[in-house]
């Protein structure tokens, strides 16, 4: 079943998990151990990055069969517009679709480290809009998701014109939106309202980072913004040495996100757990998604 046919007949929220593909030996060991581990999640599906170079046809189709062997039975491998010109993109997505994949979360990527301005290659996307558009006319089956920004992208001028460029993709055949993380609750809830009234009608997932540490937060703001709520930050400002406490803390607000996000009508959680298992497995934390997923 592919993402969207889940998303529209599960009698639950979805649980979805994002991997991303190891560089060197230490994160091929972390990977390891959680991608095992996470399959007593039972997650829904599981979704697999794309690092710079754009390639989905490398270390995310490996990583994304890799998944599949170990049990999880929908994987999403992401795919961008990086460094790809169109006759690579429909190299790299035909492979994906000929290896049985049948989701592919379609992105334009980010600029290279310490470039500011996306160029597109030579015969490539300027837009996610195009790869979607691109997808849909090459690969009619397969069941496409696209990015939203509850805080909105950094290069957009203000919200309501980043929505616009959301329809667009929307229009251009993606099925379902999964949100950048955020940690107010109402960045969501508001951004889900102004896309409805924008006309967009298809599910917007939240995406989570269940935090586990203040510099963990700091790393995430050098590549994407969100706010961070003034009562969480005081209190894992008090916990700065004890580390413990702050992951407690972190945990502790992810769960309460959570709940309260599945009660105001959400279709399900992907979270990014950054490859570690032992994150979702934090008792109140795995409590609350066994609750949404009514286990
Ligand atoms: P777009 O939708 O093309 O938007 C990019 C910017 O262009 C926005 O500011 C938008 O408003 C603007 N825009 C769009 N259309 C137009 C237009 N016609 N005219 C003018 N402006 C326009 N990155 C990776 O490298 N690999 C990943 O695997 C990955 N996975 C992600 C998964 C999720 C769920 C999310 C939320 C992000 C992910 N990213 C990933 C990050 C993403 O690639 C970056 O945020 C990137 O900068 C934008 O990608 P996009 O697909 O949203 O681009």
Same mark, same amino acid.
């Given at each position: 079943?592919?993402?969207?046919?889940?998303?529209?007949?599960?009698?639950?929220?979805?649980?979805?998990?994002? %991997?991303? +593909?190891?560089?060197?030996?230490?994160?091929? $060991?972390?990977?390891?151990?959680?991608?095992?581990?996470?399959?007593?999640?039972?997650?829904?599906?599981?979704?697999?990055?794309?690092?710079?170079?754009?390639?989905?046809?490398? +270390?995310?189709?490996?990583?994304?069969?890799?998944?599949?062997?170990?049990?999880?039975?929908?994987?999403?491998?992401?795919?961008?517009?990086?460094?790809?010109?169109?006759?690579?993109?429909?190299?790299?997505?035909?492979?994906?679709?000929?290896?049985?994949?049948?989701?592919?979360?379609?992105?334009?990527?980010?600029?290279?480290?310490?470039?500011?301005?996306?160029?597109?290659?030579?015969?490539?996307?300027?837009?996610?809009?195009?790869?979607?558009?691109?997808?849909?006319?090459?690969?009619?089956?397969?069941?496409?998701?696209?990015?939203?920004?509850?805080?909105?992208?950094?290069?957009?001028?203000?919200?309501?014109? $980043?929505?616009?460029?959301?329809?667009?993709?929307?229009?251009?055949?993606?099925?379902?939106?999964?949100?950048?993380?955020?940690?107010?609750?109402?960045?969501? %809830?508001?951004?889900?309202?102004?896309?409805?009234?924008?006309?967009?009608?298809?599910?917007?997932?939240?995406?989570?980072?269940?935090?586990?540490?203040?510099?963990?937060?700091?790393?995430?703001?050098?590549?994407?913004?969100?706010?961070?709520?003034?009562?969480?930050?005081?209190?894992?400002?008090?916990?700065?040495? $004890?580390?413990?406490?702050?992951?407690?803390?972190?945990?502790?607000?992810?769960?309460?996100?959570?709940?309260?996000?599945?009660?105001?009508?959400?279709?399900?959680?992907?979270?990014?757990?950054?490859?570690?298992?032992?994150?979702? %497995?934090?008792?109140?934390?795995?409590?609350?998604?066994?609750?949404?997923?009514?286990?």
């Amino acid at each position: 079943m592919t993402v969207i046919q889940k998303l529209k007949t599960a009698k639950h929220p979805l649980i979805s998990v994002e %991997f991303f +593909p190891p560089k060197t030996g230490a994160a091929q $060991d972390i990977f390891t151990k959680g991608a095992v581990e996470l399959t007593g999640l039972k997650s829904d599906f599981v979704s697999v990055t794309c690092g710079a170079g754009g390639s989905a046809a490398g +270390p995310t189709l490996e990583i994304s069969k890799r998944l599949r062997g170990l049990g999880y039975d929908s994987v999403m491998p992401h795919c961008t517009c990086v460094g790809m010109s169109r006759a690579e993109l429909a190299r790299s997505t035909d492979e994906i679709a000929a290896q049985g994949f049948q989701n592919i979360m379609a992105l334009r990527g980010d600029p290279p480290r310490g470039e500011k301005l996306f160029k597109p290659a030579a015969d490539g996307f300027r837009y996610a809009a195009e790869l979607v558009s691109f997808l849909r006319e090459r690969h009619p089956k397969i069941c496409i998701g696209t990015a939203g920004y509850p805080e909105k992208h950094p290069e957009a001028p203000d919200l309501k014109t $980043d929505i616009l460029h959301l329809k667009e993709k929307v229009n251009a055949g993606a099925d379902f939106i999964t949100t950048q993380l955020f940690l107010d609750n109402r960045a969501y %809830f508001e951004f889900v309202e102004k896309c409805r009234a924008a006309g967009i009608t298809v599910p917007i997932v939240p995406g989570l980072l269940p935090v586990i540490s203040l510099e963990q937060i700091n790393r995430m703001r050098t590549f994407c913004d969100f706010h961070v709520p003034a009562e969480l930050l005081k209190n894992l400002e008090a916990a700065q040495n $004890d580390p413990v406490q702050m992951e407690r803390t972190g945990l502790s607000w992810a769960s309460e996100q959570i709940s309260e996000l599945v009660e105001g009508g959400a279709p399900g959680i992907h979270l990014y757990l950054l490859n570690r298992a032992q994150t979702a %497995f934090y008792p109140e934390l795995f409590a609350c998604l066994s609750r949404v997923r009514g286990r």
